[in-house]
C-alpha cells in the first residue's frame, strides 16, 4: 500500500467527480434517489484516497457502480474509471483487470436483480454505465503514464550514477597526479638527506639530529606513498580487486605476525562489479589499519552473503577503547565516500570489549 499523503489535489479531484456524478444524476428524467445519491458521492469521495489505496478504492468504486444498478441508476461509472487509471499508474495491472471484470460482469446482474429491466435492456444499461472502450482507455492512460515516470526516474538514476562515476574518475585522477608528484619531491629530499649523513659520517662530523629526522620521515613519507600507490592503480586495474581476493589479503596480513582469521557465509550469487571491489577495498584497509597502527595480536575477517546485501566485518583486539574517539583518516573517508556511493551503510568505532571494528553493509542493487 502506498504512503502517499492526502492532498488538496486529491480532495479537488474527488469532490470534482462527486459533483460532477450527482449534478448528472440529478438532471436526469427520472431523477435521483437519495439511496442513489448517496452511492454516488461515496464513489468519488472515496477517490481522495486512489493514491494511498488504490486497490481497495477501485473495489469501492466498482461496488458502488454495482449497488447504482442495482438502484436503478444511469449515470456513468466515471469515479471507477479514475480509479482505474490509478491502480494501473501505482503498477496494480493484474488486480485492475480481475476487479473490472468481475464489475463488468456484476452490472448486468444487478440491473436484473433491481426488477427494472429484462436481460436485454439490462446488458444495454450496464454498458451504457461502464463501456469497455472507457475501461481500456483509462488502463491505458494509467500505464502509459506509468512507463513515463519509471523512464524519468531511470534517467535521473543514470544522471546520478554517471556524475558520481565522473567524480571518482576526477578525484583518482587529481590523488595520481598529487601522489606522483609529492614522490619525485620527497624522493628528492630522502635521497639528500642520505647523502648529507653518509657524507658526514664519512669525515667523522656529528651527524645532527634533524638531518636525521629529515631521513627517516622520507623513507617513512616514500612507504605510505608507494602503498597509497598501489591502491589507486589498482583501481585501473580490477582483475585482483574482489571478495575472490581477500584470503590473498588474509594471508599477507598474516605474514606481518597478526593471526587473521576469514570467514565466510551464506551463498555468493552474482555480486555487482562496484561492489565486488569496495568489499576489497573496505577489507584491505582495514586490515592496513590494524597492522599499522592498531598494535592489535588477532583480526578476524567476516563476510556474509545474504539475499540482497553483502555484509562485511572486521574486528581487531587493539588497543581502542569506547573512551577514545577515533580520527577520521583517509583512509576510513575513503571506505565511507565509496559505500555511500552504493546507497550502503559503513560502522567504524571502537568496540566495547576492546580494540576496533569495521561493519558495511553494501546492497546488491543500488536503490533510488
Not at 535521473?156 to 554517471?162: D, L
Amino acid at each position: 500500500m502506498s504512503r502517499a499523503r492526502i492532498g488538496v489535489r486529491d480532495w479537488a479531484v474527488a469532490v470534482g467527480v462527486a459533483t460532477v456524478v450527482l449534478v448528472t444524476g440529478l438532471s436526469e428524467p427520472r431523477g435521483l434517489e437519495p439511496f442513489g445519491g448517496v452511492l454516488l458521492a461515496a464513489g468519488g469521495l472515496a477517490l481522495t484516497a486512489r493514491r494511498r489505496a488504490p486497490i481497495p478504492v477501485l473495489a469501492f468504486t466498482g461496488l458502488c457502480a454495482v449497488a447504482g444498478q442495482w438502484a436503478g441508476v444511469d449515470v456513468p461509472a466515471v469515479a471507477y474509471l479514475f480509479a482505474v487509471y490509478a491502480a494501473v499508474r501505482a503498477g496494480h495491472r493484474t488486480g485492475t483487470v480481475v476487479t473490472s471484470v468481475i464489475t463488468l460482469v456484476a452490472l448486468p446482474v444487478a440491473a436484473m436483480a433491481s426488477g427494472r429491466y429484462d436481460p436485454g435492456e439490462a446488458f444495454a444499461q450496464a454498458r451504457g454505465v461502464l463501456e469497455l472502450a472507457w475501461l481500456i482507455a483509462a488502463g491505458a492512460a494509467g500505464e502509459a503514464l506509468r512507463q513515463a515516470e519509471r523512464r524519468a526516474d531511470e534517467a535521473e538514476r543514470t544522471r546520478e550514477e554517471s556524475a558520481l562515476r565522473r567524480a571518482d574518475e576526477e578525484r583518482l585522477h587529481i590523488a595520481r597526479e598529487l601522489h606522483d608528484t609529492l614522490t619525485h619531491q620527497i624522493s628528492v629530499i630522502k635521497v639528500q638527506a642520505e647523502v648529507a649523513v653518509h657524507l658526514a659520517r664519512k669525515r667523522g662530523d656529528p651527524v645532527p639530529d634533524a638531518l636525521l629526522a629529515i631521513r627517516d620521515a622520507g623513507r617513512e613519507a616514500s612507504r605510505e606513498l608507494r602503498a597509497t600507490l598501489e591502491a589507486l592503480r589498482d583501481d585501473a586495474d580490477t582483475r585482483s580487486c574482489g571478495l575472490d581476493h581477500v584470503a590473498d589479503l588474509v594471508r599477507r596480513a598474516r605474514t606481518t605476525g597478526l593471526d587473521a582469521t576469514l570467514t565466510v557465509e551464506g551463498h555468493r550469487a552474482d555480486v555487482p562489479a562496484a561492489v565486488d571491489r569496495t568489499a576489497y577495498r573496505i577489507v584491505q584497509e582495514s586490515l592496513t589499519n590494524i597492522v599499522r597502527h592498531a598494535a592489535a595480536a588477532t583480526a578476524s575477517v567476516r563476510i556474509d552473503y545474504r539475499l540482497d546485501t553483502v555484509a562485511i566485518r572486521v574486528d581487531d583486539d587493539g588497543g581502542a577503547t569506547p573512551e577514545l574517539v577515533p580520527v577520521a583518516g583517509v583512509g576510513l573517508l575513503g571506505m565511507r565516500e565509496r559505500v555511500t556511493a552504493l546507497g550502503g551503510r559503513l560502522r567504524a568505532e571502537p568496540r566495547s570489549e576492546g580494540g576496533f571494528t569495521v561493519q558495511a553493509e553494501l546492497p546488491l542493487e543500488r536503490t533510488p
